[in-house]
């Protein structure tokens, strides 16, 4: 049985993002399972442990906020049903870190109703009945905390398209997204131990954040001798690769003659110029200092470099 953390009705959203940070909830599951594109395990980690500030609010977050009513009633307009608020942080009966806070409670059934607004660039085939596995997991994640026989998810597309799908409680999968929150929460957050990146983006961001105080000195990594070597290896592939991606690619233009166009049976390709504008910035300092001053946006990047090293 659910338990009430805090009623969010009585909080600011400040307040309430200092209690998301208190456990994982719905939209932390897929991270944890791996299915959530951009965000990883690291950078899940970072943000439990106060490593990393709030994310800022962007458009997409605010319109998403914004049009939660209005999904709820286009679901209760299609389906006859009643829905009702619930306005609070609930806890799992057994784990306090596993959290809800879900959108609506479905009036007269042990349901609840998550409310999504997403653009129409989403590859999901919402049509077909295809919905994100990120939103699945998040639904099963509630059922889990609400103890619901089921979740009804709306959906409304690029702001034109509305849709809506039943979810029922699977017991297999259930247990096993709570055993996978589990072990990440006493695995990572509880002893402080940072999950390994994965290459992502996310852990790329998180890894810029941590560490974007760099402090000039040297320090000795033998035990990462056989990462070092293995990077060095892949950079090797990686630059062989190119070269023979531009080798084959000239030999295309040169078979092409002149042509902007080729086909192949299985291929084809093309080979056509553009021109494209771009600022002479040096000539601009030195003919418009102000605007230059004005217009000049100044960007930190951070570059890894590696080379075998030369012992003297």
Partial sequence: MAKILIKTSDISREKWLEYRRTGIGG??????CGLNPSSSLIELWADKTGRLPEKEDNEAMRTGRDLEEYVAKRFCETTGKKVERRNAIFQHGKYDFILANIDRKV???NAGLECKTTNAFNRSDFESGEIPLYYYVQCMHYMNVMGFDKMYLAVLVGGQRFYWFEIPYDKDEADKLLEAEVEFWNEYIIPDVRPEPDGSDSAGRVLGGLYNKKRDGEITLFPQE????????IKGKIKQLKTDEE????QLILAMDGNTKGITETCEFSNKTYERASVNSKKLKDLYPEIYKEVCKTSTVQVFNISERKVK
């Fill in 226 to 233: 056989k990462t070092a070597l293995k990077l060095m290896e």
């Fill in 107 to 109: 009036v007269g059934e």
């Fill in 27 to 32: 939209s932390d599951a897929a991270t944890v």
């Fill in 247 to 250: 080798r084959l690619k000239q």
